[in-house]
């Protein structure tokens, strides 16, 4: 068995360290310093792998591991969001009375929530303008958007998402009775 040779050392702050002496990588008979008579050049500490490593995965890995996991689902409703204004506005300008259209409008975003799996209460329509010549219509819809997910603590939030959109009445169309 090869034990190391160590020299101790005096270096420029006045402290002294162990260190192998150049060239030199072992000796049979030498063994390390004795514990307490000197200090080694890394210090007595250790490393700080372990903790580096906690912390990239704490706050590098996990963040980015649950926003990869969430943002298929902000995506999702956005687009539900969108999808159901639009459609609520070109019902809601084609139907014959106000009353009418709105009834035509939320069955619209109603079926939009079912066919995506939402909640019923998941979007609301607010529905603004007036169905006279040349006005237009403006729909809001409203969407719940889950914040995230953490595994092992569930749901952390919601956020709320909001699509407008605008469709015009036709100029030239008959006025609702």
């Given at each position: 068995?090869?034990?190391?040779?160590?020299?101790?050392?005096?270096?420029?702050?006045?402290?002294?360290?162990?260190?192998?002496?150049?060239?030199?990588?072992?000796?049979?008979?030498?063994?390390?310093?004795?514990?307490?008579?000197?200090?080694?050049?890394?210090?007595?500490?250790?490393?700080?792998?372990p903790?580096?490593?906690?912390?990239?995965?704490?706050?590098?890995?996990?963040?980015?591991?649950?926003?990869?996991?969430?943002?298929?689902?902000?995506?999702?409703?956005?687009?539900?969001?969108?999808?159901?204004?639009?459609?609520?506005?070109?019902?809601?300008?084609?139907?014959?009375?106000?009353?009418?259209?709105?009834?035509?409008?939320d069955?619209?975003?109603?079926?939009?929530?079912?066919?995506?799996?939402?909640?019923?209460?998941?979007?609301?329509?607010?529905?603004?303008?007036?169905?006279?010549?040349?006005?237009?219509?403006?729909?809001?819809?409203?969407?719940v958007?889950?914040?995230?997910?953490?595994?092992?603590?569930?749901?952390?939030?919601?956020?709320?998402?909001?699509?407008?959109?605008?469709?015009?009445v036709?100029?030239?169309?008959?006025?609702?009775?």
């Amino acid at each position: 068995m090869t034990a190391h040779v160590w020299v101790l050392e005096t270096i420029r702050s006045g402290r002294e360290v162990c260190r192998r002496p150049p060239g030199r990588r072992g000796a049979p008979d030498a063994g390390p310093p004795r514990p307490g008579r000197c200090r080694y050049p890394g210090g007595e500490r250790g490393s700080s792998a372990p903790l580096t490593l906690m912390l990239g995965v704490g706050f590098v890995l996990l963040p980015v591991m649950v926003l990869v996991l969430v943002l298929p689902t902000w995506e999702q409703r956005t687009v539900d969001a969108q999808d159901a204004a639009r459609s609520a506005a070109r019902a809601l300008v084609a139907a014959d009375s106000w009353g009418d259209g709105v009834a035509a409008a939320d069955g619209i975003v109603a079926q939009i929530a079912e066919s995506d799996g939402l909640l019923p209460g998941d979007l609301n329509a607010q529905f603004s303008g007036s169905l006279d010549p040349g006005g237009s219509v403006t729909v809001a819809v409203t969407v719940v958007v889950p914040a995230g997910d953490v595994p092992g603590l569930g749901p952390i939030g919601t956020l709320h998402y909001t699509a407008m959109s605008t469709a015009h009445v036709d100029s030239f169309r008959d006025s609702p009775a």
